[in-house]
């Protein structure tokens, strides 16, 4: 097997892993013909692509994915869904403002992204893992424009994410299975 | 939900819709046929990745611009796994519809000289 074609599984392997961000019915509809276009593009632009589109490549298709797995995922939100996204964005930006006046302290900023996972899995039980995902990036990331681009490169600014990610993920997951254990209990007494 | 619709309601199309549905216009096509076809025409500015290139497929098809065609060019020398698209009546209409209101917008920028006056075959649209 040649270099390149070990580079072409990869990177359909890597593909069909990032798939799983754009919403389920999208993803079962789209996987296999995103990925064989994604194959053929990769392919043509190793075999007949100059360096420069080569180094391209990768920032493009970021780019499309970034955008296009964000639009569908909003777009397939119902009302209750779209209002849990922005709650969970005001409880990202408060627990930003939190820890901005909280330098030395790390914990109340842990326990707002907590609760506020763990109550918007309880409201929302289905892909609870989204909330965290949509709280934990405002915590480093927000605040004034102007030095936005220093937090994104700044190493510091992605640890804290990392960090700030384990109790959002522990506390949407948490919210959910309770939940789902509540509805499965209703069922079950109601059967008897 | 195509039948009835005004497909005047459609527009404006995005670049990208208006872009797909030009590139299936001529013939029908594959996810990564329409991918080149639309970076062919619009000379490597419009360059839509898988993501972009489904989700506007997606929304066509649900609008019925486009649909999912039963015949394959050339099965032998495909990969039976491609599904093509074709455009649809309304797509066609809805296309052109959008090519009307772009070259109206054209019209007004060429008399309001921000473009430079154009003689071509039967139409005249210097101004002054």
Redesign the interface.
Known sequence: MKGRDIFLHLGCGFYAVLLYA?PPE?RA??K???????K??LHHTLRNGSLWSQILFPL??A???L???S??RIESLDAMGMSCLVAASGIGLYASYVDHHNATEVYPTLSIALIGSFLLGLIRPTHPCRWAFAIAPWIPFAGSISNMRDRITSPGAWAILAVVLIPSLIGAVAGSLIRRGIGLRAEITKEA | MAKGKDPRSLLPLTPAVFQILLALSDRERHGYGIMQEVKNQTGGRLNPGPGTLYGCLNRMLEAGLVKESDERPDPELDDERRKYYRVTNLGRHVSRLEAERLEEAVHAARLKKLLPAVQSAGLDWRVG
């Open positions: 754009y999208f509809r789209y296999k013909e995103m990925i064989r276009a994604f053929d593009d493009q298709m780019n499309d994915f955008t296009s797995a639009r569908e």
